[in-house]
């Protein structure tokens, strides 16, 4: 079966730099979420999307923005990165809000 | 105090044992109850999800929710090795669209 498709699995990039993740839901699936895992941590919820309205949002920094678009897929874009934005990002999608979601394999990313 | 609270562990059992999973949560409105297995640098993988007070079972996991005491729980029967991961409890908040989760417990099947 089809999963949720992220890009790149790894990005090194650094401090002061952009950083554009990308995110393929599953197929039908309506709903993407965005978090993030720091080392040792449980993922901690970003921002979501419901039919390409933003339908919650979490601890996401300000230089940080997201969107869902017409064909479902969502793209997370990080600017003025810094070391502390070093971890494991990743997507999830579901069919509908209140559903199980399903997550990608993330992106690593690195801040040198 | 976390929104959801879970023991680190490590949480060690023979092979062939059942291994049993517990968290707590705060949050009264929660709707939606979700475990998660995961492998170290991997993505967390569904196992169970459970909206309804009581048992549910599939395959040799069984997950089981009382909302009165805002507790649910995992039960792994005949572990196997393979079993051996961290597993995160995760609650529906907020209008049901976030997941919380806890910060897992790791869980370690012995030979």
């Known amino acids: 079966a089809a999963g949720v498709i992220q890009s790149p699995r790894h990005l090194i990039k650094e401090k002061r730099e952009t950083a554009t993740l990308k995110c393929y839901p599953i197929p039908r699936h309506d709903t993407v979420y965005w978090y993030q895992q720091g080392p040792g941590q449980d993922p901690q919820f970003l921002i979501s999307f419901y039919e390409k309205m933003q339908s919650d949002k979490g601890s996401i920094p300000d230089r940080f923005s997201a969107q869902q678009f017409s064909d479902y897929h969502s793209e997370l874009n990080m600017s003025s990165l810094e070391l502390g934005d070093s971890a494991l990002y990743f997507c999830?999608?579901?069919?509908?809000?209140?559903?199980?979601?399903?997550f990608g394999d993330g992106t690593r990313l690195s801040i040198l | 105090q976390k929104e959801v609270e879970q023991n680190s562990g490590p949480l060690s059992v023979p092979e062939g044992a059942i291994a049993s999973l517990n968290c707590t949560y705060s949050?009264?409105?929660?709707?939606?109850f979700f475990w998660y297995r995961q492998y170290s640098g991997k993505s967390p993988e569904l196992i169970m999800f459970?909206?309804?007070?009581g048992d549910k079972e599939d395959g040799r996991f069984t997950a089981q929710l009382n909302k009165a005491s805002q507790y649910v729980s995992l039960l792994i029967r005949d572990s196997q090795p393979s079993d051996s991961a961290t597993y995160l409890c995760?609650?529906?908040?907020?209008?049901?669209?976030?997941?919380?989760f806890g910060t897992g417990t790791q869980l370690k099947v012995e030979l």
């Open positions: 949050d009264r409105g929660s709707q939606s």
């Open positions: 995760a609650v529906s908040t907020g209008g049901g669209n976030k997941l919380t």
């Open positions: 999830a999608s579901s069919l509908g809000l209140n559903q199980p979601q399903h």
């Open positions: 459970i909206y309804s007070n």
